[in-house]
């Protein structure tokens, strides 16, 4: 009897140990062991002169106001980008995984882009739309060609504010009704009437910002109905009916919100909001700030994805690949409201920001950057859903083609973020040489939105980084 | 050999443009005056005259119509010479761009001329159509092109920053816009050094607009009459001609008295104006006010200097109601005005707030606003970020932009030869009866056609057929005010005596013919 007691005692331990052994390489594999390595790039950065890091964050400080905030704790000193990478002021390369802010769409300093932006500099910077030039007509064109519906009228503009700034002018105008309705976590701009659009609180500034509700955020994973895209859709119709005067002037979302978080609207719910609106007299703004431009992999614009048409599309950031430039497109009917008094934009659609941003079309149609993302992104969310097997702290992994969130969460139930883990990660993938973004109103959201050349080696540095990272936490 | 080309062309175009005024309509009309036609004719023939004297000729003798036929090429002036030939152009005609404008853009978008022109280069002070034929830019895309089209120390500075980054963001450091930021700063008086940058003026003129009702804890803004700051919600408030004001919401702006030397109710008196501002806080606010926001020279309004004395009494009346005062410099700065680099040093104040843009990168999209230390903390309070703004390209581009202002002395420069436009413009207007007014400072010139001199009646169609007639003879300006009869000359600060003189010579021409 004893005996048959140690025999199993001793095969449970060996069950045990076995079972932990296999935990542990499971945990701790290889990659976990040593720090991954930067997938290899055939480039020499430029040799780098000028001011080093510390005296420029001086200058900043001096010159720039304490508002002007950054990240790192020791800041970072890029000096110079190609492709899906940067440098900084030591010539030491990173893996760009934020695109400044999702905008570098073809990859930092990109030739073709380069050439055209250069060519045009030197023939004609600015003129202004009181005189012809080609370029922003061919533009125009190509961009309108890339649009459904009856979506083909084109305005240039200088950012993602502006643009949406003139998308709400254009609603209150053709509706001729005065409320918007925009969604919680939801960004659009800083200027006085995208700062009533924009819903977190950290952007927001304590002046007046009037005619505008919030309706509850369609969060898959944090919102209150789940998915349930009906659940959150009544929502509007509710404000509509008892918010309101019964009209409204018009809705505004992000197919897949940003600077929120990379927060996807639960599926169906812009068909059946835009319905909602529509019979309230109000008109359907898509902001395409981010998601625009094939990033989603599966369509070329976000809205697409979720099988609407809007009025009117508003774009920035990845348009020019990091010129400033935005855009609205919307329909006929809606710009011949706009005629009726004079609407100009100085720098808007000049010849430099439009030879810039018709050599990005040109460059993603030739280099499939739509298909890439998609492929690329679904290796790297199906990577990333695998650590997130392995790490309790990856609360949810979400997101479409190269438009991808990572949340940390304290605790899966409660999903507490992570906000000081996030912090230390964030530092820890610098280390590494990943730069990613951050987001989410608590802060405890990765970000991983790449220029569109980045690589399934990319993605697997960033996925081998991240776990590294974690495991040493 | 450019002359010798460029004439040509100029003299092959006045057959149609003969055409195209109907001499038939003119004669009889105007009051024949003596012309020594056929002595200048002799002297004149195969002799390389100098622009200058020419027109000195000219402004002494008198028109007839029949002989003009005879030898009308040689009473156009001849633009200054230049070195410099586009290569020739391969791109869209002007009727496609046209036809596609109308296809593809927004249809509000309004264009100069009944021939829309096809601007396909630049160089300096100059702009080149399809045809390669050359013109005098002399509203300098509306006061943005301060260097020169293309000048080459700005253009060496974006090609270098381009090759290098041209975006990140300021998550990350670079120095090209805190190096730009030091320059910009140590430009301004005062306590203001912190600079925000942004992409436009209007974004600008926003940001200013918002942290003067932070920093405040006030919403009313007090504007002009007659202003332009911007086309965003509250810029447009600002704004304040009715053309340029959607039916929108535009709440917390009082316009006040615009102190218009020549159409204002109070001529010249600043101070008279200034009462109305301190009626508007007494009477349309709490007694506490955001801010007022001017520019110094109204651009959009048609080059309305404020009348002397104004600005002192103002910023003195809005201190005292708690407001911050913003300087839109738009168009007035970066040494335009000759006499100071920014346009509110001529009146002798120094504001709170001051938003810049077109002239600060040459024509780059840019803004920035500068404020003090004390007033920029109020954004700490929460985020505010700009994706574009200061990005590594465009705050190259400001520097360059400042070194060449600087080295090629073009604030001193535009002192100069502005002055002495002005004075041609001024005699320009003892010799025609449809100049009402001849006005502004440095490269920033208006001046107003009017009807009647008493009434002011503002000649909004005589004032289009002198800009076609000015745009047939090579010379571009622009048109502003809220009856688009005051033309606008802002060109890059370049430009030259030789310059003005043909402006001059072509504006005499054209009037001298209706």
Redesign the interface.
């Known amino acids: 009897m004893a005996l048959q007691r140690s025999l199993l005692k001793r095969s449970v331990e060996a069950a045990k140990a076995k079972c932990l052994y296999n935990l542990s390489l499971r945990c701790f594999s290889s990659a976990t062991l040593t720090p991954p390595e930067l997938p290899p790039f055939d480039y020499e950065p430029?040799l780098y002169k000028?001011?080093l890091?510390d005296?420029?964050?001086e200058?900043?400080k001096?010159?720039?106001?304490?508002?002007?905030?950054?990240?790192y704790q020791k800041?970072?000193?890029?000096?110079?980008?190609k492709m899906q990478y940067?440098f900084d002021d030591s010539g030491k390369r990173y893996l760009d995984a934020f695109a400044?802010?999702v905008?570098?769409s073809c990859g930092?300093?990109h030739p073709e882009i380069?050439d055209a932006?250069?060519e045009q500099?030197?023939?004609?910077?600015?003129?202004?739309?009181?005189?012809?030039?080609?370029a922003?007509?061919?533009f125009?064109?190509a961009?309108?060609s890339k649009m459904p519906g009856n979506l083909?009228?084109?305005?240039f503009?200088?950012?993602?504010?502006?643009a949406n700034?003139l998308a709400?002018?254009m609603a209150?105008?053709y509706s001729g009704n005065?409320g918007m309705i925009a969604l919680r976590n939801a960004y659009h701009g800083?200027?006085?009437?995208t700062?009533g659009l924009t819903a977190l609180?950290?952007?927001?500034?304590?002046?007046?910002q009037?005619?505008i509700h919030h309706v509850i955020n369609p969060d898959p994973y944090r919102g209150v109905f789940g998915s349930d895209a009906n659940l959150y859709a009544k929502d509007i119709q509710d404000h509509i009916d008892y918010g309101s005067s019964g009209k409204v002037a018009g809705f505004i979302a992000e197919t897949i919100q940003g600077v929120g978080g990379a927060v996807e609207l639960a599926p169906g719910y812009l068909k059946l909001v835009y319905d909602i609106i529509r019979k309230a007299g109000g008109v359907c703004i898509a902001d395409e700030v981010q998601t625009g431009f094939g990033r989603t992999g599966n369509h070329f614009w976000g809205f697409e994805t979720q099988g609407v048409i809007p009025d009117i599309v508003t774009m920035?950031?990845g348009i020019g690949?990091?010129?400033?430039?935005g855009a609205v497109v919307t329909t006929?009917e809606i710009?011949?409201v706009?005629?009726?008094?004079?609407?100009?934009?100085?720098?808007g659609?000049?010849p430099?920001?439009s030879s810039g941003g018709l050599a990005v079309l040109r460059v993603l149609d030739k280099e499939k950057r739509q298909k890439h993302c998609a492929d690329v992104g679904s290796h790297l969310i199906g990577r990333l859903r695998e650590l997130q097997q392995r790490h309790e702290i990856i609360g949810d992994v979400r997101g479409r083609g190269l438009m991808v969130g990572l949340e940390l969460v304290a605790d899966r139930k409660e999903k507490t973020p992570a906000k000081a883990e996030t912090a230390v990660l964030f530092e820890k993938l610098r280390e590494l040489g990943v730069l990613v973004g951050k987001g989410g109103l608590h802060g405890n959201v990765f970000r991983i939105k790449p220029p569109m050349c980045f690589t399934k080696d990319d993605a697997d540095f960033v996925v081998d980084a991240l776990d590294y990272a974690i495991s040493k936490l | 050999i450019c002359v010798a080309s460029l004439s040509s062309p100029v003299l092959q175009y006045c057959p149609a443009f003969w055409e195209s005024t109907g001499d038939s309509r003119d004669i009889g009309q105007s009051s024949p005056i003596k012309m020594q036609r056929f002595a200048i004719k002799r002297a004149l023939s195969g002799i390389d005259f100098q622009p200058w004297s020419f027109s000195r000729c000219l402004s002494q003798v008198a028109r007839n119509e029949a002989s003009l036929h005879e030898n009308h090429d040689v009473l156009i002036p001849k633009m200054p010479p230049f070195d410099f030939s586009p290569p020739p152009y391969n791109?869209?005609s002007?009727d496609?761009?046209?036809q596609?404008?109308k296809?593809?853009?927004?249809?509000?978008?309004?264009?100069?001329y009944k021939n829309?022109?096809?601007?396909?280069?630049?160089k300096m002070q100059y702009?080149f159509d399809e045809r390669g034929r050359r013109y005098l830019d002399a509203f300098g895309?509306?006061a943005?092109?301060c260097c020169g089209?293309?000048h080459p120390d700005v253009?060496e500075a974006?090609?270098k920053q381009?090759?290098?980054?041209?975006?990140?963001?300021?998550?990350?450091?670079?120095?090209a816009?805190?190096?730009f930021?030091?320059a910009?700063?140590s430009k301004l008086p005062g306590d203001l050094?912190?600079?925000?940058f942004?992409?436009?003026?209007?974004?600008a003129n926003?940001?200013a607009?918002?942290i003067a009702?932070?920093y405040t804890g006030c919403?009313d803004i007090i504007s002009l009459r007659n202003a332009y700051h911007g086309?965003?919600?509250?810029?447009m408030g600002a704004t304040a001609q009715?053309?340029?004001?959607?039916?929108?919401?535009q709440?917390?702006v009082h316009h006040a008295l615009n102190p218009d030397p020549y159409r204002g109710v109070f001529g010249s008196d600043g101070e008279k104006y200034a009462k109305d501002v301190q009626d508007l806080i007494d009477f349309g606010t709490s007694g506490s006010v955001a801010g007022f926001i001017s520019e110094a020279i109204q651009g959009v309004g048609g080059i309305i200097e404020l009348a002397p004395g104004y600005l002192p009494a103002v910023y003195s009346s809005i201190k005292k109601a708690g407001g911050l005062c913003i300087a839109d410099e738009v168009q007035a700065g970066f040494a335009r005005t000759g006499s100071h680099f920014w346009g509110f040093e001529a009146h002798g104040v120094v504001p709170d707030i001051v938003t810049m843009?077109?002239g600060i990168g040459?024509?780059?999209?840019?803004g920035a606003v500068v404020t003090t230390?004390e007033i920029?903390?109020v954004?700490?309070?929460?985020?505010?970020?700009?994706?574009?703004?200061?990005?590594p390209v465009?705050t190259a581009a400001g520097l360059a932009v400042l070194n060449v202002i600087e080295r090629e002395r073009l604030q001193e420069h535009a002192h100069v030869v502005g002055s002495y436009l002005k004075e041609r413009l001024i005699a320009l207007k003892d010799k025609y009866e449809i100049i009402g007014d001849v006005r502004g400072r440095g490269l920033m010139l208006g001046v107003e056609l009017v009807t009647d001199r008493q009434l002011k009646t503002p000649a909004k169609v005589e004032i289009m057929h002198v800009m076609e007639q000015m745009k047939d003879m090579g010379v571009l300006v622009g048109k502003g005010g809220f009856y688009g009869n005051i033309f606008r000359i802002t060109p890059p600060l370049c430009f030259t005596k030789e310059d003005a003189d043909f402006l001059v010579d072509v504006m005499d021409i054209t009037m001298s013919k209706m």
């Open positions: 430029k000028g001011p890091a005296e420029v964050l200058k900043r001096k010159f720039l106001g304490s508002s002007l905030f950054y990240y800041p970072l000193n890029i000096v110079e980008g940067l400044g802010i905008t570098v930092h300093c380069l932006i250069i500099s030197k023939l004609l910077q600015h003129a202004t739309t009181i005189y012809l030039h080609h922003i007509a061919d125009a064109e961009l309108a083909k009228v084109v305005y503009v200088n950012s993602g504010t502006e700034e709400m002018l209150r105008l005065l800083g200027s006085s009437s700062i609180n950290t952007w927001k500034y304590s002046i007046p009037g005619e920035a950031k690949n990091g010129l400033p430039l006929p710009a011949n706009m005629a009726q008094k004079i609407q100009f934009n100085t720098f659609g000049n430099v920001c | 791109g869209p002007a496609v761009i046209l596609k404008r296809d593809y853009l927004s249809p509000s978008m309004f264009y100069f829309p022109l096809n601007v396909v280069e630049g702009l895309g509306i943005t092109v089209h293309c253009v974006i090609v381009t090759n290098r980054l041209q975006h990140s963001t300021i998550l990350y450091l670079n120095h816009i805190a190096d930021a030091e910009l700063a050094k912190v600079v925000f942004t992409n436009s003026g209007t974004e926003e940001l607009m918002m009702r932070l919403h086309n965003a919600a509250a810029t009715c053309n340029w004001k959607f039916n929108i919401v709440s917390g843009a077109k040459n024509g780059i999209p840019l230390p920029a903390e954004l700490t309070r929460r985020n505010y970020f700009n994706t574009f703004g200061g990005n465009c």
